[in-house]
């Protein structure tokens, strides 16, 4: 699949409308400059797909309800699905990114597997992880970053068995991420996560 710049289509509920992947491969991949000057900002959206990415060039300005990151060049960030998010250039900056953007079911396959319900389901429905941002001073974010980046590469270069290279590369990143916020997921709240998120994204249109 050929990697595209990212146009955004929402609805008046800020979701995201436009199809990631195809039913047999639900995976997308992208190329964004967001950059002030131009207004090229991302605007406030939420989808249902898992969103990675790392920042090339610049500094991107990352937020979520309740959250801001600076994620500079060199850095990535996993944004949890279903998570309102908006982004933009660092002042007098033009950022550019890579990210990748996958239903859960790419990694997790059968809701009612084993790697769904141990390991894919509980990251996606944990309030307490919409956004981890992979900084280059722990050794295993690092390591997380190089596996969005061996993915995009396997996802642009699109030779002849592409598709398990990437969820291969995926699945890497989503044990890095699990294994070490093991101690998040197993505490995770009670409370639906579709209204945990559905209170962020009525808390913000109401303040906006």
Known sequence: MAVKPCPLTIDHHNRETANRGTPMFPCGGY????DNDLCQDI???????????????????????????????GEGAFINAGVL?????????????????FHPNLIAGATEN????????????????????????????CLAVQAIIDAFNLFEAEEYGYELQVREALSHLWLLMIQNNEGLLTKSTSI????????????FIHHS
């Open 31 to 34: 190329i964004t400059t967001v």
């Open 43 to 73: 605007p406030w959206h939420w989808h249902d797909e898992i969103e990675v990415l790392v920042v090339n060039t610049g500094t991107l300005l990352l937020e979520v309800v309740g959250q801001k990151h600076e994620i500079r060049s």
């Open 114 to 141: 084993a790697i769904a319900q141990r390991y894919v389901i509980p990251l996606v429905e944990c309030c307490t992880l919409p956004v981890i941002h992979f900084k280059r001073t722990y050794p295993w974010q």
């Open 192 to 203: 639906s996560v579709d209204m945990s998120r559905m209170k962020d994204m009525l808390a």
């Open 85 to 101: 998010q908006s982004a933009k250039a660092a002042s007098d900056n033009t950022c550019e990114l890579q990210s990748l953007v």
